[in-house]
């Protein structure tokens, strides 16, 4: 009965690669998000989609790009993987895209880039 | 632009005694708050949070306060104990309604038994 699920839960790789990251929700949300947690356990929001339309895109380089196929999925896709990518990935959802709604997180994806 | 400052980084205290953790926000379009927990290795929840038009909320040994005038807002948890370690994050909303939350930079919370 997962309510926010990422795959994969773990994710090593080589600099230079291309690799995605997929987040499904089935709490019924509109909006859905990605955030960055790096070594220091900083939380920062990178993308967020309402009803599959890009409502947030913070400072992020353009080797990322989020997809969102439906409300229920956001994925993540990164290009050219680099040394400083690696850090927990987690995804998030919330009922809709205004500010008082409890953002639900998912278990996140470890990203190793070696 | 919009940040969240948390004090303090880190905080150990002994089962049974209180805990405050302190943050300070820039925008003062915030107008929601909300505080999470995140145990090792877990995703981040959502424990207590508090709008602008209300001073303080409780929920059991939780309770926050918030300070609008001087862009504070505080959580203080009671009798504290061991599985109340984990790190703690504030949050305020963005200045835009898109959901969007400025975290603080989390206070990792020790609770010796």
């Known amino acids: 009965d997962t309510a926010v699920s990422q795959t994969p839960k773990y994710l090593v790789t080589q600099m230079g690669n291309d690799k995605s990251i997929k987040c499904e929700q089935n709490l019924g949300h509109d909006t859905m998000y990605w955030y960055k947690q790096d070594s220091k356990k900083f939380l920062k929001i990178m993308f967020s989609y309402n009803n599959k339309e890009l409502i947030i895109n913070e400072t992020v380089p353009n080797r990322f790009s989020p997809k969102s196929p439906d409300k229920a999925h956001l994925n993540l896709h990164i290009n050219s993987l680099e040394l400083g990518d690696s850090a927990v990935y987690f995804c998030?959802?919330?009922?809709?895209?205004?500010?008082?709604?409890?953002?639900?997180f998912g278990p996140g994806t470890r990203l190793t880039v070696l | 632009g919009e940040n969240v400052e948390q004090h303090p980084s880190t905080l150990s205290v002994q089962e049974g005694d209180s805990a405050v953790i302190k943050c300070t926000y820039s925008d003062s379009a915030s107008n929601y708050f909300p505080w999470y927990k995140q145990e090792l290795g877990k995703r981040p929840q959502l424990i207590i949070d508090?709008?602008?038009?209300?001073g303080e909320k409780k929920d059991q040994r939780i309770a926050v306060t918030l300070n609008k005038t001087a862009k504070h807002f505080s959580l203080h948890i009671t009798e504290t104990q061991p599985e109340d370690s984990a790190v703690y994050f504030c949050a305020a909303s963005g200045s835009s309604n898109t959901g969007k939350l400025i975290f603080g930079q989390g206070t990792t919370l020790q609770v010796k038994p």
């Open positions: 998030a959802s919330s009922k809709s895209g205004t500010k008082y709604n409890e953002q639900f």
């Open positions: 508090i709008r602008s038009n209300v």
